[in-house]
């Protein structure tokens, strides 16, 4: 038997550490030897095997040959004596894990609670505040209104904040609203300014007011401090409007404009109460009056400044425009041509403080004596519009001849497309994926037929067109923009096979399947305004239809059709819809695969 004296430590290391506490009998080698049993204050059990560690002095320790799990035979040996003389040993590494594993156990132990802390504020909050309910709506409903008449207005703005947009429509009543007329002590017939739920059609409130109407505009901003409002024109009144509520914010009297014309021009703030204000341009076509510009508080309704005097002769029409550089400018429609003249002058002339900018390329070219800047001659000039979307901002010009794409820029004409006299307005939209809008428009072609093209926004060439007989008035076409980078386009008319005045037909046209139409045949109604619009956020696209007697005609009352209100989802359309071929090329779609391509559509909320 092999006995050292113990002043060192032993150990045999394999597999992991134990720490037991208790006692080991060491086994001499030889019979007739005797065995000890030794008290230890520490041994690590290693493994499988019978390897030790003991700390003991003074004693004498007999270990013998062990063998592995390998069957190979190994003896233990002591530390090396540098070892166990500075104290570090191979047990201490063991003692150091054993000091880890309790770590781990706090760690684990740790990890869990906070495991537990994060489901518990979950479920909680689960019920405590549940996820909000998307508004469930109908993808059809109307709204009917006896003994009316309405006007050329529909609007859409939340007004009950569920994140669906509403509608707001004006009407002139003799009975439904008696009562609402009388409480507000007016005279009967009264106009009502109303305000839709978009999911159902309920009414979420109506407004009184004097008649008679000139005009509204709604998403006015600044109108009482805060928000959108709508601003109305009628009687001899100014009257501002929540779009919330239905409250009237403020109403002053007309008496400082001679009649006053859309669009509103909007403009900073002018009078230091931090909110935006507007201005108000008045003119006649008919005479030869003098154009008037009047400011007007939005928070108040306060003129500001004083009133703006001008011989713009011949005016007939007016659009706000920024140039490249946030310049602002007022664009004049007139007999002779398209005019401009900066909003900063115009502050100047109402002994107004202006800090808007001006474009020194435009100035440059602008009329000593009456300011104006000469954009585009034209003794035919219809109508102009903002050009959506472009980098540099563009102008599309509309005159009995022709349609053309001016840039502002250099005021330059990008291409010019011959047509006869327009029906509509023209509509914005993508026909093609090369991200630039393009124009949809419609002609007269005579006996009541009109020709309906797609314009490219890039070149002007015509990328689409089909014939079709209309109606007077005939609703303007729509587009609602796609995920997929098109637009959907819908406009009104009839099939050349469908001649009978007791129908007329809206259509459909994905640009994709642009050799197929879908038709959904319609009684026949005296359509007021039509919209196409999305009512939430990338989703729930539907057109809106006014119907019913024109206000401005003053027919009697009661002696026609009701004014009906209707939204119809637009994918509702589709089962209801028979194809009409457009061409005369070979059809390699059929109509199956072109409803299920409208089915599949999702929309975005983007405007171009």
């Avoid at 474009?359 to 440059?364: A, F, M, P």
Wanted: net charge negative; hydrophobic share 40%.
């Amino acid at each position: 038997m092999d006995e050292r004296p113990i002043t060192a430590r032993y150990a045999i290391l394999k597999g992991n550490c134990f720490a037991v506490r208790g006692s080991v009998v060491v086994k001499p080698v030889h019979p007739h030897e005797e065995q000890e049993d030794l008290s230890f204050t520490r041994t690590l059990w290693m493994g499988k095997e019978a390897g030790f560690v003991v700390e003991l002095s003074g004693v004498k320790i007999s270990w013998s040959e062990m063998t592995d799990a390998s069957g190979r035979s190994f003896e233990a040996e002591p530390l090396k004596g540098g070892e166990a003389e500075g104290g570090v040993s191979k047990e201490k590494g063991c003692t150091e894990k054993l000091k880890f594993s309790h770590l781990t156990g706090w760690r684990t132990a740790a990890f869990l609670l906070s495991l537990f802390l994060c489901l518990a504020v979950v479920f909680a909050f689960s019920f405590i505040l549940p996820c909000p309910v998307r508004p469930q709506y109908k993808s059809t409903w109307n709204c009917t209104l006896r003994y009316a008449a309405t006007y050329d207005f529909l609007a859409v703005e939340d007004a009950n904040e569920d994140k669906v947009l509403d509608v707001f429509f004006i009407y002139k009543d003799a009975e439904a609203s008696r009562n609402t007329c009388l409480s507000e002590d007016l005279s009967i017939p009264c106009l009502v300014l109303t305000a839709v739920d978009g999911t159902d059609g309920k009414t979420l409130w109506e407004r009184p007011l004097a008649a008679d109407f000139d005009w509204v505009e709604c998403g006015v901003k600044g109108l009482g401090h805060q928000g959108t409002g709508c601003l109305v024109a009628h009687a001899d009144n100014l009257t501002a409007i929540d779009k919330k509520t239905g409250l009237i914010k403020w109403q002053q009297s007309r008496s400082a404009l001679m009649n006053g014309n859309l669009p509103l021009i909007t403009v900073p703030d002018l009078n230091a109460d931090k909110t935006e204000d507007f201005a108000i341009l008045s003119y006649n076509p008919e005479t030869h009056m003098q154009s008037e510009l009047v400011f007007f508080s939005g928070k108040s309704g306060d003129q500001i400044g004083s009133n703006v005097y001008v011989d713009w002769n011949g005016v007939f029409g007016h659009q706000q425009f920024k140039t490249a550089s946030g310049a602002p400018y007022l664009l004049l429609l007139t007999k002779s041509g398209l005019n401009a003249v900066s909003m900063r002058s115009l502050e100047a002339l109402a002994d107004l403080k202006s800090a808007l900018k001006e474009e020194k390329s435009w100035e440059e070219k602008s009329d000593k004596s009456t300011g104006l800047i000469s954009l585009y001659q034209s003794d035919s000039l219809k109508r102009v519009m903002v050009y959506p979307g472009s980098g540099s901002p563009s102008l599309l010009i509309q005159t009995g001849s022709s349609v053309s794409l001016l840039h502002t820029d250099k005021l330059n004409i990008a291409w010019t497309t011959n047509t006869s006299t327009l029906l509509s307005v023209p509509t914005f939209g993508h026909f093609d994926k090369d991200g630039i809008p393009d124009i949809m428009i419609e002609e007269d072609t005579g006996n009541k037929t009109k020709r309906v093209l797609v314009l490219s926004g890039s070149t002007g060439v015509v990328m689409w067109e089909v014939n079709l007989l209309f109606w007077t008035p005939s609703p303007r076409p729509a587009s609602v923009l796609t995920l997929n980078t098109y637009s959907v386009f819908m406009l009104w008319g009839q099939s050349h096979d469908n001649q009978t005045n007791e129908m007329q037909s809206s259509f459909l046209l994905h640009p994709r399947y642009s050799q197929l139409l879908l038709e959904r045949r319609n009684p026949s109604q005296n359509i007021i305004s039509f919209k196409a619009t999305l009512l939430e956020r990338g989703r729930h696209a539907c057109y809106l239809v006014l119907t019913g007697p024109d206000g401005r005609q003053r027919a009697e009352l009661g002696e026609t059709d009701p004014v009906i209100l209707t939204k119809r989802k637009i994918k509702d359309d589709v089962p209801e819809s028979g194809v009409l071929r457009v061409g005369a090329d070979e059809l390699t779609v059929k109509e199956a695969e072109l409803k299920e391509a409208f089915y599949r559509l999702r929309f975005s909320d983007a405007l171009f």
